[in-house]
T-cell receptor, first 117, second 115 residues
Framework: DTEVTQTPKHLVMGMTNKKSLKCEQH?????MYWYKQKAKKPPELMFV???????INESVPSRFSPECPNSSLLNLHLHALQPEDSALYLC????????????????FGQGTRLTVV | AQSVTQPDIHITVSEGASLELRCNYS??????LFWYVQSPGQGLQLLLK??????LVQGIKGFEAEFKRSQSSFNLRKPSVHWSDAAEYFC?????????????FGTGTQLKVEL
């Protein structure tokens, strides 16, 4: 199973709403990622979790709050977003070097298309 | 800092024709290189990767890429394009950070296939 599952596929939220994006993988990967992709642009890294600990935050605004409850799940909590936050949010996972390989590829989910109104 | 350049924003080829998508990278050490493909509104699918060893790597869907260190390039090729290959193609370079791997993507090349 090389699948990363993201829910929901589409989300429309108001600027005062609180919502969460969910990501799940069962490949035993210990690194999980959130990327943001605006239309016609490449994905940009937001957060990295390694062994359930936040290891990279690419200066993301605090209205985005990541959470890694266990090694298979990754959440992105959203609050007080702006219309410019509308984008495709991609989750990914990969093995960590301590899992046997010096470097491995990242597997991506299908993304959540977020629209902020 | 690592960076990736994909000089071609759009490429149009006829079905059955050969394809080459260009990618140049900038990275201080041995690069970990990838090609991903993305259909509209979808996630990213890995086509192939280069970590070390043989500089010509084979991927899925009949794609291959050649790593040329002297030219800092990792161009993607396919001998005969199918209409279903129309998509956005991203070249990426990866970096070990000690806590996950950081991918830096190029700006992408939009491939259109004419029937």
């Amino acid at each position: 199973d090389t699948e990363v599952t993201q829910t929901p596929k589409h989300l429309v939220m108001g600027m005062t709403n609180k919502k969460s994006l969910k990501c799940e993988q069962h490949m035993g990967h210990r690194a999980m990622y959130w990327y943001k992709q605006k239309a016609k642009k490449p994905p940009e890294l937001m957060f990295v979790y390694s062994y359930e600990k936040l290891s990279i935050n690419e200066s993301v605004p605090s209205r985005f709050s990541p959470e890694c409850p266990n090694s298979s799940l990754l959440n992105l909590h959203l609050h007080a977003l702006q219309p410019e936050d509308s984008a495709l949010y991609l989750c990914a996972s990969s093995q960590e070097p301590g899992q046997g390989a010096s470097y491995t590829e990242a597997f991506f989910g299908q993304g959540t298309r977020l629209t902020v109104v | 800092a690592q960076s990736v350049t994909q000089p071609d924003i759009h490429i149009t080829v006829s079905e059955g024709a050969s394809l080459e998508l260009r990618c140049n990278y900038s990275y201080g050490a041995t690069p970990y290189l990838f090609w991903y493909v993305q259909s509209p509104g979808q996630g990213l699918q890995l086509l192939l990767k280069y970590f070390s060893g043989d500089t010509l790597v084979q991927g899925i869907k009949g794609f291959e890429a050649e790593f040329k260190r002297s030219q800092s390039s990792f161009n993607l090729r396919k001998p005969s394009v199918h209409w279903s290959d129309a998509a956005e193609y991203f070249c990426a370079v990866g970096k070990l950070t000690g806590g996950g791997n950081k991918l830096t993507f190029g700006t992408g090349t939009q491939l259109k296939v004419e029937l």
